[in-house]
């Protein structure tokens, strides 16, 4: 497996110049966020929520497909968690997917109540499509293909309304550097949470690095897309909270099992950054794949065929562009009519006709990219860390709700619940807390030059990526390992603490973190394809691969059961 990697414990930044106090601090503004926020406001004195662009700017507002609930009378919470299992091959917590499941309904309803504004039938029941691996129409959406943005839209009007209010503070356009931790315990691991370090970016009241703490602390900070090359994911989601976790002490799970979205729109092999995705609704209502011979591929490949779950259809298409000599294949929705297209989808509709394609009318030329991080930082139920005093809630968690992959349009459904629920601990619980002191953590600091990011997104892009081989893998490794980590103490290197090179290490650290996953995990299975291990094991990998830095920084693993458990009790 080669020398153990050895990640800093802290970013190089400069002292706190100012501090804030709260009884809860909540990192993130999407669907976790934001329902932690507002839950918690309900039941603590203070509260304070820290995002990194402006509230409604989370990663739920590019959520296009819909919200996964059992909300008709001819579905069963016990048939949603049939496809969510088939989906997380093997892996998934049970435990977990039970309580997605069976409070997903009740907290849909709630959002309703709040005044999300769902698209609705001529009786006015919430419409309800379908998406690939589900086997009945489960998936509420509003605005056609803008689900997303009409969530965040009704629960930051709730925040909006308490602006006001003494008992909530939000800190917009700020950078989560680091948790602060208390004292170690007897094996020199950190403490408990206590805050957090963050920078406010040039925004706001506040300015520079400051100190916010607290008695608990909310971790819902969305994915890592931006460690690849392309993704669907905002430019905000540099994996800042999965690391900053890690930093702190905290165990990480199934990070090696990545979604590629199987159709996000192809604009040229020197496209980088977010793309635009075709939702797997499109597919959902009846859109075929074809390969650049016109031949539709899918139905030879899986039951399910399009509607396949999304590995699957991710895979199969790398292989057909493999055969094909093409770097994309196309995706066929003419035949469903132009009135319902735009109808149903506005928004791609408008997206790809900036991009000079008609829904209606052309072929849309796609290709997978990275869309989804199944893994995360390891939670109970209730979204309790293994570091006392730290929750994570929504895409920056491991939950076991996803397993090896995450089945279409759970992720809203996560968020929602397991927000929800994180909140109600940390209300019980919060009062017989007392505000620790943070302390330092030992080691040298890591700051890594903005200039090396493309170099980090191509070592992510050929090792953990799409197709994965134990050559890739290692190249990729010694790549990482040859970037210097103290840039700023290199002599002729430009680089100094600020939000690039902050945002850069985090990328680095998480593309260390994601090879060196998938190197330990020798079979293929959901998100995780290695070429030289082509098929699963269940006899050696149907567990968890658990995560953490020793005192030293060194990355240990160790197997992990698929339902947990004693670290949280």
Not at 294 to 303: D, K, T, Y
Not at 365 to 371: I, N
Request: hydrophobic share 45%.
């Amino acid at each position: 497996m080669g020398s153990p990697v050895r990640l800093a414990r802290t970013l190089a930044a400069p002292a706190a110049g100012w501090v804030a106090q709260a009884d809860v601090v909540v990192v993130g503004s999407g669907i976790a966020g934001l329902t932690a926020a507002l839950r918690l406001r309900r039941r603590v004195d203070r509260v304070l929520l820290v995002t990194k662009g402006q509230l409604a700017s989370g990663s739920t507002v590019w959520a296009q497909g819909g919200i996964a609930a059992a909300l008709d009378p001819e579905d069963s919470p016990a048939a949603h968690r049939a496809d969510t299992l088939t989906a997380g091959v093997g892996l998934c917590d049970p435990a977990a997917v039970d309580v997605l499941v069976g409070e997903g309904p009740v907290r849909v309803r709630e959002l309703v109540a709040a005044g999300a504004r769902f698209d609705t039938d001529a009786d006015g029941r919430i419409s309800l499509t379908r998406e690939g691996g589900h086997g009945a129409d489960r998936i509420a959406h509003a605005g056609g293909d803008a689900t997303g943005a009409e969530i965040s839209r009704a629960l930051v009007a709730q925040l909006e309304a308490v602006r006001t209010d003494p008992g909530i503070e939000v800190i917009e356009h700020a950078l989560v550097l680091d948790l602060l931790t208390a004292a170690p315990d007897g094996d020199g691991r950190p403490g408990p949470a206590c805050g957090v370090t963050l920078h406010v970016i040039g925004e706001g009241t506040r300015d520079g690095v400051g100190a916010a703490l607290g008695r608990a602390v909310v971790l819902a900070t969305g994915g890592i897309g931006q460690v690849y090359a392309s993704s669907t994911n905002p430019a905000q989601a540099t994996g800042d909270g999965l690391v900053a976790a890690l930093r702190a002490g905290a165990a990480v799970a199934d990070v090696e099992f990545v979604q590629f979205h199987p159709t996000v729109l192809w604009l040229g092999a020197g496209v980088k950054g977010q793309l635009p995705l075709v939702s797997e609704a499109v597919r959902g209502e009846g859109a075929l794949l074809l390969d650049t011979d016109g031949v539709r591929f899918m139905p030879a490949l899986h039951p399910l065929a399009e509607l396949a779950p999304r590995d699957v259809v991710a895979h199969a298409i790398v292989r057909r562009m493999a055969e094909t000599g093409s770097d994309h294949v196309f995706l066929d929705a003419r035949h469903l009519g132009a009135d319902f297209l735009r109808g149903r989808f506005p928004t791609i509709h408008e997206r790809l006709l900036a991009e000079g394609i008609d829904l209606t009318t052309d072929l849309i030329p796609v290709a997978p990219a990275q869309h989804y991080h199944s893994g995360g930082v390891l939670t109970d139920l209730d979204g309790r860390t293994t570091v006392p005093g730290l929750y994570a809630a929504g895409e920056v968690a491991c939950t076991g709700v996803h397993g090896a992959n995450r089945l279409a349009s759970n992720s809203l459904l996560e968020g929602l619940v397991f927000g929800h629920r994180a909140a109600e601990r940390i209300a019980r619980h919060v009062g017989g807390v007392v505000q620790r002191e943070p302390v330092a953590r030992p080691g040298e600091a890591a700051l890594v030059a903005a200039t090396v990011r493309a170099r980090v997104q191509r070592l992510a892009q050929s090792g953990p990526g799409v197709i994965r081989t134990e050559a890739g893998l290692a190249a990729a490794a010694q790549g990482l390992a040859a970037i210097p980590t103290r840039a700023d103490a290199v002599p002729g290197v430009v680089a100094a603490p600020q939000v690039a090179e902050w945002e850069t290490t985090n990328l680095h650290q998480v593309a260390a973190l994601l090879t060196a996953a998938a190197t330990r995990r020798t079979e293929s299975r959901g998100g995780h394809f290695r070429e030289d291990f082509p098929a699963a094991d269940d006899a050696a990998w149907t567990r968890r691969l658990v995560g953490t830095l020793d005192p030293d920084g060194a990355l240990e693993w160790r197997d992990g059961p698929l339902t947990v458990g004693g670290p949280f009790d």
